[in-house]
């Protein structure tokens, strides 16, 4: 991973520095969202990406359970 590109916290997609949007959480957790739909769909929506087939994240055919 380049240090100039960060992988987005919620779709995974690479977010060149100087775009995309910063989060400091109030524990000390930065989180990179290369959207502002990834954003809302993380604070907002609280939804898995993993679910979502237009993130990375998705898991084909959904998630197994173990
Ligand atoms: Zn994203």
């Given amino acids: 991973m380049s240090l100039l590109v960060k992988p987005c916290?919620?779709?995974d997609e690479p977010v060149p520095k100087g775009?995309?949007?910063?989060l400091a959480k109030?524990?000390?957790?930065?989180?990179w969202f290369c959207s502002a739909k990834c954003k809302k769909n993380y604070l907002k929506l609280k939804r898995d990406p993993r679910k979502l087939k237009w993130t990375k994240k998705y898991v084909k055919g959904g998630i197994r359970r173990n």
């Fill in 9 to 11: 916290n919620f779709c």
């Fill in 19 to 22: 775009s995309g949007t910063m």
């Fill in 26 to 31: 109030n524990d000390g957790t930065v989180l």
